[in-house]
């Protein structure tokens, strides 16, 4: 994927969750956790990503499944490993409690230090000046930048406007974490079909039997289908949570 289009498809997933850029939001599901560690890859080359992330964060944090972001963070090296940390890190500055931590946990600080963005790396007067103006957090990680002094409230959508473009958002927010969320993110944002029971619940980290009554919790509620395949069960979404969403020609939002 070219830089731009990596840029912009960034911008367009942030957007379905509700972050304002000025793009129309990502056509279909996309996985939250996994967002968040394509946004610590893609720092260096799009400043702004740091600030609207961060914001998104301080306003739904509660949201992020701290669990999975986690074993994703623990496949990240290098600069990669250290921009999550510093982006989870300034969260923390701003939500007043470490909620990250688990995750933060997994990073690790670049060395030699130098500066995040690459506008900052073209030449050693610009380096300086990354380095003069870098906040302790940004020094912690190895990756020199200025503090965020203020977040861009104004620039996130409101929870409606994020709930009519992206139907696993209302789940998120009712469920907050509990199994049945986990369910449901895996079959949606995750892009699972026909899963088992077993792929859940080792996605999930939990019990069979946490798992099991889960399963029978949502298919009661009529947010999943099981069936029967042999000896197993296919286990899909339905309804909006398993269906991508077609953004109209020229919308932004």
């Given amino acids: 994927m070219s830089e731009p289009h990596a840029r912009s498809a960034l911008a367009a997933q942030w957007k379905y969750w509700g972050a304002g850029f000025n793009v129309p939001p990502w056509p279909g599901p996309v996985d939250l956790e996994q967002l968040l560690i394509d946004t610590a890859k893609g720092l260096a080359d799009n400043p702004r990503l740091l600030v609207m992330a961060v914001t998104w964060l301080a306003e739904y944090q509660a949201l992020v499944d701290v669990e999975h972001l986690t074993r994703l963070a623990t496949n990240l090296h290098g600069r990669d490993s250290a921009r999550l940390g510093l982006l989870l890190e300034t969260a923390h500055q701003f939500i007043g409690a470490d909620r990250f931590a688990p995750a933060i946990g997994h990073c690790r600080p670049w060395n030699p230090p130098e ?139």
Wanted: glycine share 10%; aromatic share 6%.
């Fill in 115 to 253: 500066p995040l963005f690459d506008a900052y790396r073209t030449s050693p007067g610009m380096a300086r000046l990354a380095k003069q103006g870098a906040g302790p957090i940004s020094r912690r990680w190895g990756l020199w930048a200025q503090p965020i002094d203020k977040l861009k409230h104004g620039a996130m959508r409101p929870p409606a406007w994020i709930a009519r473009h992206n139907p696993s958002f209302t789940l998120r927010s009712l469920l907050k974490g509990d199994m049945r969320s986990k369910v449901l993110i895996a079959l949606a944002e995750r892009g699972l079909a026909d899963a088992t029971e077993t792929d859940l619940t080792r996605l999930a980290g939990c019990t069979r039997r946490a798992m099991h009554l889960a399963l029978a919790n949502l298919e009661s509620a009529g947010l999943i289908t099981r069936r029967r395949l042999g000896r197993r069960y296919a286990i899909r979404a339905v309804g909006a949570m398993g269906q991508p969403r077609t953004t109209r020609t020229g919308e932004r939002g």
